[in-house]
């Protein structure tokens, strides 16, 4: 059974952190045994993780649950690992964003989520945290790249995660400028009448392209935290891409972009193999910052 006897696997549960009224009239509030009420080998009986929690006991209790309000800490990792859910999220290589230099830990996690419904169902306003504007006013994110945008920013940095040491246009705090009014993969869509305009699966010229599309907050090993496997990434791409590599080499992002781009008409290099298995780019082994730089109006963009 779900927290409250609510066995609903509901997309509107807004999500799983026990509050104040947890038990009848709140009676459980407060409470570390969770065993007390609850009996490991009836709950969750319709869920995924049923067997990690079976086998590992109410000390996954507090990692969806939160801490019942008795101040111990959230164990996200109990479950969120690469032998019981290795791809949700998929955690591998050296650069993170888990606000750790090292390995991320369970209090890296609620830095971007505390109240995750952890459905299978990523819904911005509910699976990430919820942080207050310049003004102090709580804005719901629509989109996971305008939570990014809260902290990438000249103007309005999220208070804690200030970047004031960057360059004017360094893309960390440019992005947001770059996002809503040059790079064509922000709100300004390319038309796809030019040579070239060719895209995979499910990607349309006037799609949103999401921050984490090519961005991967868990691990990589590519610089600026460009995703090192398909499926770190590119939220709109069929699953059979998924396990395709990405390797970023001297400027060369021949293998990110070919995961979404191929060209409907071949020119150029357009039949090599960019090095990961697929083809449909116009140069394979070249630097594409120097006509596709982030967020600048050389060429189209990125």
């Known amino acids: ?50 067997d990690i929690v079976a086998d590992k006991g109410f000390a996954t209790c507090m990692g969806c649950h939160g801490d019942n309000g008795t101040s111990e800490l959230r164990a996200c990792l109990i479950c969120h690992n690469s032998i019981d859910l290795p791809h949700t999220p998929w955690q591998s290589g050296h650069f993170t964003h888990n606000f750790n230099d ?33 003004n102090g006013h709580q804005q719901v994110y629509n989109t996971i790249s305008e939570f990014c945008l809260r902290c990438h920013n000249r103007d309005n940095p999220q208070v804690g995660f200030e970047m004031s040491e960057q360059t004017y246009n360094h893309p960390l705090i440019a992005m947001q400028d770059n996002y809503n009014f040059v790079d064509k993969h922000g709100w300004i869509d390319g038309i796809g009448t030019r040579t070239y305009n060719g895209l995979r699966s499910d990607y349309q010229y006037a799609s949103l392209v999401e921050c984490t599309d090519c961005h991967t907050m868990h691990g990589t090993n590519n610089k600026a935290l460009i995703i090192d496997y398909a499926g770190k990434g ?46 449909g780019v116009h140069a394979v082994s070249e630097d594409c910052s120097i006509c596709h730089s982030h967020g600048e109006t050389v060429q189209a963009g990125l």
């Open 1 to 50: 059974m779900g927290c409250n006897g609510d066995d609903s696997q509901d997309d509107n549960l807004t999500h799983l952190i026990v509050d104040s009224s947890h038990g009848i009239d709140g009676a459980a509030y407060g409470l570390a045994d969770c065993g007390a009420c609850h009996a490991i080998n009836i709950i969750h009986e319709t869920l995924n993780i049923r």
């Open 102 to 134: 090292e390995n991320s830990s369970d209090k890296d996690c609620v830095t971007c989520h505390v109240s995750s419904d952890m459905n299978g169902h990523f819904v911005p306003e509910i699976d990430l945290t919820s942080y207050p504007n310049v």
């Open 234 to 279: 590119g939220s709109k791409l069929s699953s059979d891409l998924e396990n395709y590599p990405v390797t970023i080499t001297d400027g060369n992002s021949a293998q990110l972009c070919v995961l979404c781009h191929q060209m409907q008409d071949i020119i150029e290099q357009g039949a090599e193999n960019t090095g990961n298995g697929l083809t």
